[in-house]
């Protein structure tokens, strides 16, 4: 089955909004420690913009979680 570009996005937004609330983290911490802008952690979970693969491995690591979690499931 192929996916769109915006439903690869959103899909990725919500496991990344997923495992932030499951580690009972704010997006103001996670863009901390990402280095990042908490408006960039806003757009990247609902789905408006297209990360970078180092960005999604700068989420993981701050996540505690395998990159892989945030793309299972495409």
């Known amino acids: ?3 769109t570009k915006k439903e690869l996005q959103l899909f990725i937004g919500k ?3 997923e495992a932030r609330t499951r580690k ?3 997006a103001q911490e996670l863009a901390g420690r990402c280095d990042f802008e908490k ?3 806003a757009r990247l979970e609902a789905g408006n913009t297209n990360p970078t693969v180092f960005t999604l491995y700068k989420i993981s ?6 990159l892989e979690e945030i793309v299972q499931g495409v």
Not at 61 to 66: E, I, P, S, T
């Open 1 to 3: 089955m192929q996916v």
């Open 15 to 17: 496991n990344i909004r």
């Open 24 to 26: 009972h983290m704010s």
């Open 39 to 41: 408006s960039t952690i």
């Open 61 to 66: 690591q701050a996540l505690g979680v395998n």
